[in-house]
Nanobody, 123 residues
Framework: QVQLEESGGGSVQAGGSLRLSCAAS????????MGWFRQAPGKEREFVAA????????HYRDSVKGRFTISRDNAKSMGYLQMISLKPEDTAVYYC????????????????WGQGTQVTVSS
């Protein structure tokens, strides 16, 4: 079992930056791929980014490429999502997630989820 807790959400103006953090506890976090998802009001939850267990393979949805950076620190059992050049359409609840596999696979749902943190970007 892995427990995940997000932090770092908030309200920013368009063009601003935020850094989300995900604190993991429980089973060996370093052996799991992890990811970030988001859900905007009235919309389905969507994939944002994922990173392999070793931190050397990353995946991003097209709309955040070049603006968001996913990373992890296995020694601290932490994951991060650095977001720059934020847009109003990035407004959503952001969820940290972990997979019971080393690598992310498209279309495979995570096994563990955090509670989410709100990100609001105003124009």
């Amino acid at each position: 079992q892995v427990q995940l807790e997000e932090s770092g959400g908030g309200s920013v103006q368009a063009g601003g930056s935020l850094r989300l953090s995900c604190a993991a506890s429980g089973r060996t976090f370093s052996s799991y791929a992890m990811g970030w998802f988001r859900q905007a009001p009235g919309k389905e939850r969507e994939f944002v980014a994922a990173i392999s267990w070793g931190g050397n393979i990353m995946h991003y949805r097209d709309s955040v490429k070049g603006r968001f950076t996913i990373s992890r620190d296995n020694a601290k059992s932490m994951g991060y999502l650095q977001m720059i050049s934020l847009k109003p359409e990035d407004t959503a609840v952001y969820y940290c997630a972990a997979y019971s596999t080393n690598y992310y696979r498209t279309g495979i749902d995570p096994d563990y989820w955090g509670q989410g943190t709100q990100v609001t970007v105003s124009s």
